[in-house]
């Protein structure tokens, strides 16, 4: 009984910590890992949509209804009732085309969790206007 209950103890430590290493992402390496994105999405105080929507204040947008895009059906219905938070926006950057099936999205997603953590830490430095934010 004791190995059952120091299985579950040690499961709950793990899944405690599994947010907390996300939220330590590296927003310097994050630009870094960015350059995978920029053929298709821009930040920062000029950006504009290109292939893909520009990702300034991303964190808190609903998917799918940045004015001036035109998203796939597909994405717009996945946006429904969501919003990109570092949650939603780990399993997406992980394997686009699985989370949204029929998104016009080609990339392929980024392998490694900590790539996908740096991304979300750099994305998180734009608000919506490009601007940088206070630290």
Aim: glycine residues 12%; proline residues 7%.
């Amino acid at each position: 009984m004791r190995s059952v209950t120091a299985l579950g103890l040690a499961a709950l430590v793990a899944l405690a910590a599994a947010p907390a290493a996300r939220a330590d992402g590296d927003a310097a390496a994050g630009e870094k890992v960015f350059i995978k994105c920029k053929a298709c999405h821009v930040v920062g105080p000029n950006a504009t949509n290109r292939v893909g929507p520009e990702l300034n204040g991303i964190i808190g947008r609903v998917p799918g209804t940045l004015g001036g895009f035109s998203f796939s059906p597909a994405m717009t219905e996945f946006g429904a009732g969501k919003v990109w938070d570092e949650a939603t926006l780990t399993e997406y950057l992980a394997a686009p085309r699985k989370v949204v099936t029929g998104t016009k999205m080609v990339f392929v997603g980024l392998p490694k969790p900590q790539d996908v953590a740096n991304v979300i830490a750099y994305l998180a430095t734009f608000n919506a206007d490009g601007s940088p934010k206070a630290p």
